[in-house]
C-alpha cells in the first residue's frame, strides 16, 4: 500500500459510519471463525474443556453455543 | 397477520422457504424473500424488480458470493480495509486450510417448515406499514418489497443495481396507476 492509498484509509477509518461498520462486520467475521475452529477441534477430538480454554470463556459457554451445530 | 396479505404475496413467503432451501441457508432471510419477489414476476414487486434489472438468477449468485464471504457484504469488506482488515485475506487463507466448503453455510438443512430470521420477520411486520402508510387494506409484494429495503439487511443485492427505497416506492406507485 502506497503512501496515498495509507492517507486516504486512515482518512476514512476516521468516520464514524465506516468505523462502526467495520466493528460490526469484525463481529460478523468472528462468529464466522470461531464456529469454524471449534468445529474443526471437534473434528480433530478436542475436549469441549479445551477448546473453552483456547478460547477463554466457559465449557458451559462454548458448549451451549456450538454443541448443536 | 398473513390474512391481510393477497395470494401473490403469500405465494412470496411461500416461495422464499423454498428459495432458502435451494441456497442452503438454515433460516428464510429477507434475501430469499427478494428472491421469491423475483421469481413471482407478473406482480407488483416483481415487476419493480424486473424493470430494473433484477432477476432471482442474479440475486441468487450474489446470495451466493455474499455466503462465501461469511455474509459480509461489499461495504463492509470495504470497511474493513479501511481499519487495516484485508477480509479476502482472511477468507482465501480459509478455503486454503479448510477448503471452500468451510465457507458455505453451516447448516444445509432440508425441513420443510424452516423459520424465519428476525430480519425477515420484520420485513413481514414493516411490509404492514408499508401498506398502512400507503392507505392499502391488503398487503402485496410491492409491500414486501418496500419492507425489504426498509429492513435494510439485503438492501446492499439491490443497491448494486441503483435501488433505493424512495426510488421503489415511486415506482410500485407507477406500476399501480398504470394498473388502474
Known sequence: MDDTNGLATAASAADPGTGLTAVAALR????????????????R???????????GVTRQAVHQKHAKR | ???????????????????????GAARVAPEHLLVALAEGGGDVGGR???????TADGLCVAITDRTRRAGLTDDEVTALRSVGI???????RIEESFGAEA???????????RRFTPGAKKVLE?????????????????HILLGVLAEGSASDLLAAHGITYAGAQERVLDELRRAA
Open chain 2, 126 to 142: 414493516r411490509s404492514l406499514r408499508e401498506a398502512l402508510a400507503l392507505r392499502h387494506n391488503y398487503i402485496g409484494t410491492e
Open chain 2, 1 to 23: 397477520m398473513f390474512t391481510r396479505f393477497t395470494v401473490p404475496a403469500r405465494q412470496v413467503v411461500l416461495a422464499a422457504t423454498e428459495a432458502a432451501g435451494r441456497l
Open chain 2, 86 to 92: 484485508d477480509a479476502d485475506e482472511v477468507f482465501r
Open chain 1, 28 to 43: 460478523k467475521l468472528v462468529e464466522h471463525l470461531e464456529s469454524l475452529q471449534v468445529r474443526n477441534a471437534r473434528a
Open chain 2, 48 to 54: 419493480v424488480l424486473a424493470a430494473y434489472g433484477v
Open chain 2, 103 to 113: 465457507l458455505q453455510p453451516m447448516v444445509p438443512s432440508t425441513k420443510a417448515s
Open chain 1, 45 to 55: 477430538g478436542w475436549s469441549w474443556q479445551a477448546i473453552a480454554e483456547a478460547l
